[in-house]
Each structure stands twice: as C-alpha cells, then as structure tokens.
C-alpha cells in the first residue's frame, strides 16, 4: 500500500510577523491595467494634441486626414500589438495552471496504483512523450 502526502490537508499558520509578498510588490495583473490605462490615456493625449495642430494649421482637409491618418495608424498598432501580448500571456498562464493542475491530479492517481503498475503507465506515458505511438509489447 501507498500513502500519499496530497491526500491530508496541510495546516498554514501565519503570524503577525509574516510577509507573504514585499510591500512594493504589485500584482502582474494591476501592473497590466495601470500600463494599459496609461497607454490608452496617452494615445488620446496624443491624438488630441494631433487634432488641434490640425485644426489651428491645416488648410486642406486632406491634409489633416493624412495627419490624423497616420497618427492613428501607429497608436492603433502600438495599442493593438500591447493588449495582444496581454491576452497572449494570460492565456499561457492559465494553460500552465491547466498543466499543474493536471500534473498533480496525476501523480495522486499514481500514488494510488500498486508500483508495478505505475511503473508501467510512466513507461507508457514516456514513450508517448518521446513521440513513439504505442510502448513496445503493447498492442
């Protein structure tokens, strides 16, 4: 039989004393939404100061659909290229959740096998991972 240190919770005591993180460290997700709210505020800074160069200077309006177009073009990228890194990287890390979730789901199911038994799934496993279709002797 087998036992298993995942099976019993553990107690946490904390006391007064305890940190569980620096004062000046933020949350990543703060960080983002502070960077984006100050990137959105400065594209509309900028496109306003942009607009009224226009409005006092220009002549033609195509030159200052040009101006305007040109602007927007570059902060529209700028502002497109940071939310998507954003989401790219939420999303990676809720795949790595998925993965450490999934990792210890299976290695209480392991501890749970006879280890014969398990020695032979990780032998399966292995060889699935090293991209061979099917363990030797197994049909």
Partial sequence: MTTN???????????????TRPRDVRDPDETRLRYG????????????VVFGIGVSKMTGGADMVAALGSVTT???TIIGTFFGVQIGSHGKEAAEAGRTQAEAAARVAL???????????IQH???ARAGSPRPRGHH
């Fill in 74 to 76: 570059v902060v529209g």
């Fill in 37 to 48: 709210a100050l990137l959105i505020g400065a594209a509309f800074l900028l496109l306003g």
């Fill in 5 to 19: 240190t995942l099976d019993a919770p553990q107690a946490v005591t904390r006391t007064s004393t305890d940190t």
């Fill in 111 to 121: 501890g749970k096998l006879q280890p014969e038994d398990a020695s032979e799934v």
């Fill in 125 to 127: 496993l292995c060889a």
